[in-house]
């Protein structure tokens, strides 16, 4: 269970990050559907953590390795955009 509560952060952090950037893009359909995946992940996340607070610590390691990623893929696409 410790895995799917870090996997669940981990995904939830990157449909943040992709929801702010649709904000950003004024792409409002994209944006709530990002919107809904996060309630989704979230909540599988908080009713873990509410039954047993052992569950912070992969949520919270789920939450940086999820920003991390979303971080450096977004680098590396603008990256190989100047490239070209």
């Not at 990050?17 to 909540?43: D, H, T, V």
Request: aromatic letters at 16%.
């Amino acid at each position: 269970m410790y895995l799917l509560v870090f996997l669940a952060m981990v995904l939830a952090d990157i449909c943040w990050a992709y929801y702010f950037i649709s904000i950003e893009q004024r792409k409002s359909i994209l944006a709530g559907l990002w919107g809904s995946a996060i309630y989704i992940f979230g909540a599988f996340t908080v009713t873990h953590y509410i039954n047993d607070i052992k569950y912070l610590i992969p949520a919270v390691l789920g939450s940086f390795v999820g920003t991390m990623i979303s971080v450096e893929y977004k680098k590396r696409k603008e990256n190989a955009k100047n490239i070209n």
